[in-house]
């Protein structure tokens, strides 16, 4: 399954690390990133491949959620479809 | 990939838009629970409702998760009970409280089908269950009902008209302690559509499957951040583009929903209804959107025509982005739970006689208003009257959905609640329509219901 997680907030030292380290420690993939300033805030994106993730959606969320907290960012994972279903005809 | 201006696009549509999923709603047969004695009915009804829809919540909850979506409400509708009933003697309200049981055991906050079908005449079983109406809905807190009164085929029933009148009365007695809410819970409807998944006027019917999954999508404060930044010297023709592309967006969540939740539940999707359905929500007001248009306060002059607008072009929009669409599908108008419909009331703008124009040009009728406690049993039936011959003429769904609080008078001050909301109680125009409602009878279906 192919998730995309969006990392919001005020841009500071150790944001790409700090979610990267937890997707290496999940075997969670990066397919793809991209990172911009949007409306004064910084904002990445990353498309990742679970299908060899060594934990649940539900728990990788919940992970990234606290490293979020940590970073002072809000970090959301969700299933890549949800954005291809309203955005792609 | 997705571009990051759509994926924050959709985040923000989620985090400050109120975008979400009203709700699942599973319809279920009960046809197969028919028993001739009560009691043995009840433990059917509810062994099967308890049975099919054991994973409904848990499936939304594993839903919302996954796509960050979040799912406000997971529904219940089953075949009119009035049906199952008929051929038992014992109490309908019995049913009641099977259904309520169920839904508590279940998690799901609400369960409609509490219903008949009436819009031609009574049988037995719609006569007892309609009676039991003001017991069912008083004692119970999440069973809903609903009478379909009229249909542009069979013309108006205005026995069931009379009937309905005195039985919201009775209804809202009942429940007066508490802002006569059970009347929330009760639905008089014209042309009642058989798969629409909003309560409180949800039923299973006869002509739906054994059982299936619809969803109703949300999304008035999207629309209402769309055309808040469309700017005044937009013209029509792009803000009707710009209000089907944004309900495009909205339904394709609802389509993906629906397609989800049918796979992980094996059961057959059903359809997705297109409504801007609004909460109390700060922005989440179809008032609102009326008001971006250019409407100073939503029930001035030309709301009839700015609702028709986003109406249309709500259908227009969403219809590409699903493969089924149905139930009620358009805007909704329930005052008591759109604050900028409660504040129109408040300031003066919107009235009774406005909404009713409203309820001419989109979907469902006189929503969630509450009238004085005092209003007499026949007044409200020429309402329903009213609402009835705009939705058989028109061949259109029309509701009422009024709540005449006891003890309490216009301008008074009402709160149910939760999604229900509050507002302020409504004047009614105060001239007799007794001889009018007394008469009994049908009023005969009109020319345009003869289309074969």
Partial sequence: MRAIITVIGTDC????????????????????????????????????????????????????????????????????????????? | MIEPYEVVETINMISSESLDIRTITMGISLRDCVHSDTKALCTR???????????????????????????????????????????????????????????????VNFIGGYSALVHKGYTVGDKRLVESIPEALSNTERVCASVNVATTKAGINMDA????????????????????IACT????????????????????????????????VSGPGVMHSALSKLGREANFSELAELVKKTAFKITRMGQLVATEAAKMLNIPFGVVDLSLAPTIAVGDSVALILEDM?????????????????????????????????GLSGAFIPVCEDAGMIEAVKCGALSLEKLEAMTCVCSVGLDMI?????????????????????????????AVRIIPVSGKKAGDQVEFGGLLGGGIIMPVNRFSSENFVRRGGRIPAPINSLRN
């Fill in chain 2, 161 to 180: 008209v009379a009937q309905m009148g005195r039985v919201i009365k009775q209804t809202a007695y009942l429940s007066a302690a508490r802002d006569s």
């Fill in chain 1, 13 to 89: 030292v150790g944001i790409i690390a700090g979610v990267s380290a937890v997707l290496v420690k999940y075997n969670v993939n990066i397919l793809d990133m991209n990172q911009t300033t949007m409306q004064g805030l910084f904002t990445m994106i990353m498309l990742v491949d679970m299908s060899k993730s060594r934990t649940s959606f539900e728990k990788l969320a919940e992970v990234l959620e606290t490293n979020g907290n940590e970073l002072g960012m809000k970090i959301h994972i969700q299933h890549e479809d949800v954005f291809k279903s309203m955005h792609r005809i």
């Fill in chain 2, 185 to 216: 819970k009760l639905v008089v409807f014209t042309n009642a559509q058989e798969d629409n998944p909003f309560m409180a006027g949800a039923f299973h019917g006869v002509g739906e499957p054994e059982s299936v999954i619809n969803v109703g």
């Fill in chain 2, 294 to 326: 250019g409407i100073e306060k939503c029930g001035a002059h030309g709301t009839t025509a700015a609702l028709a607008l986003l109406n249309d072009a709500v259908k227009k929009g969403g219809v590409m982005a699903s493969s089924h669409v149905g």
């Fill in chain 2, 45 to 107: 009804v509810y062994n099967k409702i308890t049975c099919v829809a054991r994973d409904l919540v848990q499936v939304g909850e594993t839903i919302e998760r996954k796509y960050g979506i979040p799912i406000i409400n997971k529904r219940i509708s089953v075949t009119p009970i009035s049906i199952i009933a008929e051929g038992c003697e014992g109490d309908c309200v019995e049913l009641a409280y099977a259904l309520e049981r169920a839904a508590k055991e279940l998690g």
């Fill in chain 2, 370 to 398: 509450p009238i004085p406690g005092d209003t007499p049993d026949s007044t409200i039936s020429a309402i329903i009257a009213d609402e009835a011959a705009i939705g058989v003429v028109n061949n259109k769904t029309t």
